[in-house]
């Protein structure tokens, strides 16, 4: 049996593997990260669920004795945001409304189907307040710091901050984010790592602290495609529906030449262009022109609002119209505010034309994906942003801008690394699919991993 430092940084299947040939002890690494996690000053974990991450533990190794693994991720640790319900522990939402709350009675449906899977859950993790910034900044918890930075504090991402962070910072192979205009694929692209967006509905979000009940949904952040795959399976409860690896030669990307590939940073460019290039040389057919719904998306966003901007007030009107509003991240309340001027007439539109435009994309991609940069830029240092309210938003915006749109047509995204950029960050490529096509992109995903990252040309 290994030294458990050795697997740090491993993949969720490399260790999950491991610890079934009987090479790797779920009880020593489960210590060994927890360790790590207390020994942190950056304040990526909220709340750290040791007892429970040991209890967890040691009845994997039991079962792994015995050769009677309960998934290929048993005994394999797993971080929540702080937004999804962890039986006996608070449910805070990085917020400090909810700093002393009651503790959830029961885990989340996504949290009870992780422990029947056998995953040992270390704890929940940091985000924006109510999980509603591209940044991630937080005055209550503080600001995760991001793992990749090498001259001063950058960006995590948000909102899954804390998830982004997580799994950067090997502090857990798979952490789990939620996703309503980009929360797990920007904290994926910041942090250089691996994050999937589901389809709306696809993953329970019961038990799941809602911002926009119509475009909230859940997805891992994790190393690689393959453990976003098992992280999916395993939140499902899936016992099936295995997702093969595609024919990088009879896939289709599409590059839309709308809105997406404006004002990039030139290494985002650079690395897109770049990323494409291998593509092709590799046999995927790639093509590129205007999508006319994109360019929609956007302009019906900067004339009516948006539905989560809508959804948001909905969900937080009490507090921010009330004597809690003090209490509550202005940069937050500030976006919070926009949802009250939208109109039961502006958001019924809304939500009919993104009806329409769905079906309209579908057909038009007739069986292609999408590509595009996961970000217009790298992760931005922080204190300009702590110190200028109007920079702040002017840059969430951008930072959102190629995201949020994916969950206005409700596309589900894969964002994997492609490269660095300014300051040596991460850049990030986003393959994206029609809703519900999710299978599909994940085996797209799987075969066009290497080619995305460089490893294989």
Not at 90 to 108: K, V
Not at 269 to 295: D, H, I, M, Q
Not at 355 to 363: D, G, Y
Request: aromatic share 4%; charged share 20%.
């Amino acid at each position: 049996m290994k030294e458990p430092q050795s697997y740090i940084g491993a993949t969720a299947a490399t260790l999950g593997r491991a610890i079934a040939a009987g090479d790797l002890d779920p009880v020593s690494f489960a210590e060994c990260l927890l360790e790590r996690i207390e020994a942190q000053t950056s304040p990526i974990f909220l709340t750290v669920t040791r007892d429970r991450a040991l209890a967890e533990a040691t009845a994997a190794r039991d079962r792994a004795k015995t050769g009677r693994m309960l998934s290929p991720l048993d005994g394999v640790p797993i971080a929540w945001k702080d937004l999804i319900d962890m039986a006996g522990e608070t449910t805070t939402a990085a917020s400090d409304l909810f700093r002393d709350a009651a503790p959830a009675g029961t885990d989340a449906p996504i949290v009870a189907n992780a422990a029947a899977a056998g995953m040992v859950s270390l704890g929940k993790l940091n985000l924006t307040e109510f999980a509603y910034s591209g940044i991630g900044l937080n005055p209550h918890y503080g600001t995760p710091l991001n793992p990749r930075s090498t001259d001063g504090p950058r960006s995590p991402g948000g909102s899954s901050s804390g998830s982004g962070a997580a799994v950067a910072g090997d502090l857990a192979p798979i952490a789990i984010g939620t996703d309503t205009g980009g929360s797990v694929r920007i904290p994926a692209a910041f942090n250089g790592v691996t994050g999937y967006k589901s389809s709306e509905g696809r993953i329970d979000a019961t038990g799941v602290f809602a911002l926009s009940k119509t475009l909230d949904t859940v997805g891992p952040l994790a190393q690689t495609v393959e453990d976003c795959i098992l992280a999916d399976a395993v939140m499902r409860g899936a016992v099936g529906g295995i997702i093969r690896r595609a024919d990088p030669k009879a896939l289709r990307v599409f590059v839309t030449e709308s809105v997406v590939l404006d004002a990039l940073e030139p290494e985002v460019a650079s690395n897109f262009e770049a990323t494409l290039a291998r593509l092709e040389k590799a046999g995927v057919a790639v093509s590129r022109g205007p999508l006319p719904e994109f360019a929609e998306a956007a302009a019906l966003a900067g004339e009516i609002g948006t539905i989560t901007a809508a959804e948001a007030y909905f969900e937080h009107a009490a507090r921010v119209d009330g004597p809690d509003r003090d209490r509550i991240d202005r940069r937050v309340v500030a976006r919070i505010d926009i949802g009250k001027a939208i109109s039961a007439a502006g958001l019924i539109r809304l939500q009919r034309a993104r009806m329409a435009v769905m079906q309209s994309l579908e057909a038009k991609l007739d069986g292609a994906l999408i590509a595009m940069p996961t970000a217009p830029h790298v992760a931005p240092l922080t204190a300009p942003l702590e110190a200028d309210d109007a920079l702040f938003h002017k840059v969430n915006l951008m930072t959102l801008r190629n995201t949020a749109i994916g969950n206005f047509l409700n596309l589900p995204g894969v964002a994997i690394p492609n490269g660095t950029g300014d300051g040596g960050m991460p850049t990030s490529f986003l393959l994206s699919a029609p809703a519900n096509h999710d299978e599909r992109l994940l085996g797209a995903a799987l075969a066009l991993e290497g080619l995305i990252r460089g490893d294989a040309a």
